[in-house]
């Protein structure tokens, strides 16, 4: 069984990748059972780019695959805001909370409230070879926050077709809609397919 590590340290994204890719014959480890403490800076124009910088960081410091993803919220009527600074916006000091309850206030007299979530995800190899997957999932800002599960602007959106908000699913019904549950699958698909041509 293969060692990968996840370059994030955000518990909920953790939680979400081991969940989906526990099916897979690898053994996923966390920055924090490795002792990795380096922040990677996201200077990237693009998802892509900075799941980039984050995966390759990572191999170089564990000599391990690496997974990173990064993804964002992108609303359309605030010009694809808040994309990929969906982490920071409104400022770095606030809560989970706070940052969607600045969404909703910046949004609260428009009619138009289409969004989706956007996943890339970036597997680097310590011989250089990436693997990167992509996810999306649709829908459109709520009014009001609902529901106690998953984890940043959850609360807040509803995804196309369903008339509850994501925090609202259960962690299995989320992942199977979710872009970063779609994003992982598709990885899971092209890891197996590496692994095979490798003979890993």
Known sequence: MSDYVLATANVGKIAEMQSILSSLNINVKTREDLDITIEVAETGTTFFENASLKAKAICMASGLPAI??????????????????????GGVELTNE??????????????HRAAKFVCTIVCCFPSGDIITATGECPGSIAKHPKGRGGFGYDPVFLPAGMNITMAELTPDEKNKISHRGIALRNF?????????????
């Open 68 to 89: 990173a993803d990064d993804s964002g919220l992108v609303v359309e009527s605030l010009g694809g805001e808040p994309g990929l600074y969906s982490s920071t916006f």
């Open 98 to 111: 706070e940052r969607y309850n600045f969404l909703l206030k910046k949004m609260e007299n428009m009619e």
């Open 188 to 200: 899971k698909n092209k890891l197996s397919e590496y692994c095979e041509e490798m003979s890993i």
